[in-house]
């Protein structure tokens, strides 16, 4: 973990511990939010609700980058010591192919970096914000606020009161004023395939910050409930700019063999000009015909065509991968993927679908009393309700919903885990349906496991919780993330080439090795409920011996992927506003500029 995400964590854990009115006095806003002049003040003294390498380099920058190389300053020195004596046609062969050198490597990366600011011009969010006129007072007889405006994610700043509600993206990092059943998705975040619950509590955190139930952080998603939070940190203040920070830092050297046969070559032109020189010049005693001889034994022992030849050889290899809908965002990439023996690959998203399916069921009167149940509910379904309706066929729906009738619902809770809904029959007759979460042996094997209980009650006006008592269990729903279709062959051929794989992801481990017997590698290493750093750190251990690839399509993946040699991102959904893309697939080595997907698949930024 880099010092500015220990920072940022110790920030956070400081203002878990406090109440709603201390945070708020702590951040000297009000509950009804902030004027148009605190706000300016606030986004001159913070900046822009942006994290670091959101808009990619600049052509210079990347021209500059190109320019970095020794081979190319040793070509560049000899190209002035033949201008200065005068050979023209040797200063200009040499020039020419210094510059067919850097100029094929810079065209195909700056081509790669419009493809990335493309995608990310496809995406612009607002979000909604408590707004207090000048004149307003500072304090209202509703604490909360009432008046709102739809305000770019880009102005926030810390103070801002925010509402959220379901199917929004969080805007920055923000500490929770009220919340009713909020169930945020940070996958992209901490790994983890299922949303998590967040409550307004005042308990200090205690271990991972992502596990907070008392923060939403910038890259996740609302899936379900309401919720009114205080910005406590954006841009790079927050716990994905971070992350951010850390890529945007200098790149490790992914070129390490050609810059020591380069930096080799320097030293051994450095020692040896001079002494032909001293020699040449000692025996003949022509010292200007020396010095020219010293400089055709300096120009002799650079390879001049290296640099052409190796950026034309992978220029080539990276419009052969673009053909495949791959971005190579550095040539060095191909290079890589031919050296790669050790591959890290995440789970959730890049093995796996991310999504939730119907893997099996006890018997059809289960499956038909779970359709009921998920399809009939009035609030917003979960990944294990589609999942449950979408295993149901189309005709067999309409009969089942001609043949019942909502009556009423018992909400989910976190504390309960159920959710039960009370239908009527054809016949009058009243059922009360319950779902929720069971014990099961098969949760032990990597699977989710729900119950469905249900029992015949009467009708009444009012239905309350204990109606669910004295239900009988009808049967369980289990329900697995399938894993990609093209998961299997690719790591049969990955090891028939001589790639390990290692599974690094922040998921449970009974899921992980399930997901992994599933594609057929059961005696993979996995490293479970890893942290980003620990990725990273997973990362650096192995690069020490291997050269480490490392597949994945989360913010959580990002350190990781800068460690890397070689850097590859697959296709995943949109997930947070104001960072940078990926999409279908990403193949590049560090530095790493990521990470946000967007919608739509199509070509992705490869480094």
């Not at 971070?242 to 070559?265: F, Q």
């Not at 791959?326 to 890589?336: C, G, M, N």
Request: a neutral charge; proline letters at 5%.
């Amino acid at each position: 973990m880099t010092r500015t995400t220990h920072a940022v964590a110790a920030t956070l854990t400081e203002l878990s511990a406090m109440d709603a009115g201390t945070l708020i006095r702590h951040l000297g806003v009000s509950p009804a939010g902030l004027t148009t002049l605190e706000r300016n003040a606030r986004l001159a003294r913070h900046g822009r609700n942006r994290v670091a390498g959101a808009d990619g380099p600049r052509w210079t920058a990347r021209l500059l980058h190109c320019l970095r190389s020794p081979f190319v300053g040793l070509l560049l020195g000899l190209d002035l010591v033949l201008a200065l004596t005068s050979n023209l046609a040797g200063s200009i062969t040499v020039g020419v192919m210094v510059l067919v050198s850097v100029l094929l490597r810079f065209a195909q990366e700056y081509r790669s970096d419009l493809a990335a600011k493309r995608l990310r011009a496809l995406v612009a969010t607002t979000a909604t914000v408590a707004r207090r006129g000048s004149r307003s007072p500072r304090r209202f007889a509703d604490p909360l606020g009432t008046v709102t405006t739809e305000l770019p994610v880009e102005l926030l700043v810390p103070g801002d009161i925010v509402h959220l509600k379901a199917g929004d993206l969080v805007p920055a990092d923000c500490r929770l004023l009220t919340a009713t059943n909020l169930v945020v998705e940070q996958a992209t975040l901490s790994g983890e395939s299922l949303p998590v619950r967040k409550t307004v509590t005042t308990d200090r955190i205690a271990g991972n910050v992502l596990d907070s139930p008392v923060f939403c952080f910038l890259g996740s998603t609302v899936v379900g409930g309401s919720a009114t939070a205080v910005v406590v940190g954006t841009g790079p203040s927050t716990y994905l700019g971070s992350i951010a920070e850390r890529l945007a830092r200098p790149d490790h050297d992914a070129d390490a063999g050609m810059r020591s046969t380069a930096w080799t070559l320097i030293r051994f032109t450095l020692v040896l000009a001079p002494i032909v020189l001293a020699v040449s010049g000692l025996t003949h005693g022509n010292w200007s015909e020396a010095a020219l001889f010293a400089v055709s034994v300096a120009v002799g022992l650079t390879p001049e065509m290296l640099p052409v030849i190796v950026a034309a050889n992978l220029a080539k290899g990276a419009v052969e991968l673009s053909k495949q809908q791959v971005i190579v965002k550095r040539l060095r990439a191909v290079h890589e993927f031919g050296q790669l023996d050790v591959l890290c690959v995440d789970k959730t998203g890049t093995l796996t679908d991310d999504r939730i399916v119907l893997a099996g069921h006890t018997d059809d009167l289960t499956l038909e009393l779970a359709y009921v149940n998920s399809a009939l509910q009035t609030g917003l379904r979960n990944p294990f309700d589609r999942a449950v309706i979408d295993a149901v066929d189309p005709d067999h729906r309409l009969l089942l919903e001609a043949n019942w009738r909502l009556v009423d619902e018992l909400p989910f809770d976190h504390e309960r885990r159920r959710m039960s809904v009370i239908v009527r029959d054809t016949e009058g007759r009243h059922l009360l349906v319950t779902k929720g979460a069971a014990e099961h042996d098969a949760a032990h094997n990597g699977t989710r496991v729900l119950g469905l209980w249900c029992k015949e009650i009467e009708e009444r006006e009012i239905y309350q919780l204990a109606d669910e008592d004295g239900a009988e269990l009808v049967g369980h729903l289990f329900f697995q993330d399938p894993p990609k279709e093209s998961a299997p062959q690719a790591i049969k051929q990955l090891r028939e080439l001589g790639v390990e794989i290692v599974v690094v992801t922040g998921d449970n481990e009974h899921v992980a090795r399930k997901v992994c017997r599933d594609i057929g590698i059961p005696d993979a290493t996995v490293h479970a409920r890893a942290t980003p750093a620990r990725k990273a750190e997973i990362v650096r251990e192995l690069r020490k011996n291997h050269t480490v690839g490392f597949l994945g399509d989360g913010v959580n993946d990002a350190a990781a992927l800068r460690e890397a040699d070689l850097a590859i991102s697959v296709a995943a959904r949109c997930r947070s506003p104001g960072t940078p893309p990926t999409s279908s697939c990403c193949a590049r080595t560090s530095p790493c500029s990521r990470r946000a997907c967007w919608p739509g698949g199509g070509p992705s930024p490869t480094r």
